[in-house]
């Protein structure tokens, strides 16, 4: 399996930003994809996920609210709408895929994109 992440960039506080990933290989209704972040100098911590087959979402508290992940089965394609955006979303945000069901731990995904820097001025 192989996930592109794109979408990020430099936003001030407020504004919005809808990061994309498209996987390809082999991907199961069965998959979980997730969004996960990694501020300088922080642990990895999970954003969002959603299940492939039923489209059940699941969010971090820090962004509940605010940010909306959503998929496109079709395309293989899974979206992270951030809106309301603050200066402590800043991180890298990778995309990722949990063959095992759903978790909030990272080390239990086991495909993992390359990442997209999202910084967000004050």
């Known amino acids: 399996v192989q996930l592109q992440a794109s979408g990020g960039g430099l936003v001030q506080a407020g504004g919005s930003l809808r990061l994309s990933c498209a996987a390809s290989g082999r991907i199961f209704s069965s998959h979980v994809m997730g969004w996960f972040r990694q501020a300088l100098g922080k642990e990895r911590e999970f954003v969002a996920a959603i299940r492939r087959n039923s489209g059940d979402t699941y969010y971090a508290d820090s962004v509940k609210g605010r940010f909306t992940i959503s998929r496109n089965n079709g395309e293989n394609t899974v979206y992270l709408q951030m809106n309301s955006l603050k200066p402590e979303d800043t991180a890298v945000y990778y995309c990722?895929?949990?063959?095992?069901?759903?978790?909030?731990?990272?080390?239990?995904?086991?495909?993992w994109g390359q990442g997209t820097l999202v910084t967000v001025s004050s």
């Open positions: 990722a895929i949990s063959r095992t069901g759903l978790a909030y731990d990272w080390s239990k995904y086991a495909d």
